[in-house]
């Protein structure tokens, strides 16, 4: 069984940083691309950042030269460093992964979500 665990959301002030955590866990064969997604209120999921195992990134244009990916592919985990916070980046973060597995004599190669994290900005 396949997991994502997001931590490290809470609270902040404008201006301030917050760090987003994501563990893998389960029987996983390999990882291609992980990233964060978030949603606020009223409004689609949209993309914030995706990395590859190369550590090659992608952000959204909201997010740029503010937010920084990175991952540990030996942890199979996926960071966000969150800084100069703005009240329009309160939403709730999702972390999302392409993880293959190995079953019934197969490899399945599907895009996995974690619960969320809540981020809250005040300003």
């Known amino acids: 069984q396949v997991q994502l665990v997001e931590s490290g959301g809470g609270l902040q002030q404008a201006g301030e940083s917050l760090r987003l955590s994501c563990a893998a866990s389960?029987?996983?064969?390999?990882?291609?691309?992980m990233g964060w997604y978030r949603q606020a209120p009223g409004k689609q999921r949209e993309l914030v950042a995706t990395?590859?195992?190369?550590?090659?990134?992608n952000y959204g244009d909201d997010v740029k030269g503010r937010f920084t990916i990175s991952r540990d592919n030996a942890k199979k985990t996926v960071n966000l460093q969150m800084n100069s916070l703005k009240p329009e980046d309160t939403a709730l973060y999702y972390c999302?992964?392409?993880?293959?597995?190995?079953?019934?004599?197969?490899?399945?190669?599907?895009?996995?979500w974690g619960q969320g994290t809540q981020v809250t900005v005040s300003s």
């Open positions: 999302n992964a392409h993880i293959t597995t190995y079953q019934d004599m197969r490899y399945r190669t599907s895009a996995y």
């Open positions: 990395i590859n195992k190369f550590g090659a990134a």
């Open positions: 389960g029987e996983i064969s390999s990882i291609g691309i």
